[in-house]
């Protein structure tokens, strides 16, 4: 089953390649590990940022709950990227950083076809 959702994420992406909107990239912190002599400095942060295939609108109806997800946020959906998603990362919209309210693979099991992600209008 897993070459159907392999096929299934390469039509998922070559879709939303083809019908992509705006710049959006996905961007993830990672802090190095202290210097052992001053172990209470932090690391230096790197951030990495992955572009997407992706499509926004406002949230569907299906998904509003009132609390969490609301009618005026809005939805992106986009194409599996090279590392797995986290709830810690930064969406970019056009050049507005948006921290996740919900990230959901498509399907919730198995091979993840595409994901979509709730945003803060």
């Known amino acids: 089953m897993a070459g159907f959702y392999d096929e299934m994420q390469e039509f998922a992406s070559e ?16 802090t190095a590990p202290p210097d052992p002599s001053t172990p209470w ?3 230096a942060p790197t951030t ?3 572009p997407l295939d992706a499509v926004v609108r406002r949230v569907s109806q299906k998904y509003v ?19 797995v ?9 056009d050049s507005a950083e948006l921290v996740m309210k919900d990230l959901r693979p498509i399907p919730p099991a198995g091979t993840p076809v595409a994901y979509i992600a709730f945003v803060a209008a």
């Open 15 to 30: 879709m939303l390649g083809e019908f992509k909107q705006g710049i959006v990239t996905l961007s993830r912190t990672v």
């Open 85 to 93: 998603p986290a709830m810690t990362d930064t969406l970019t919209i």
């Open 41 to 43: 400095i932090p690391g």
């Open 48 to 50: 990495t940022v992955y």
């Open 65 to 83: 709950d009132g609390t969490l997800i609301v009618a005026t946020d809005n939805q992106i959906t986009f194409a599996v990227p090279p590392i």
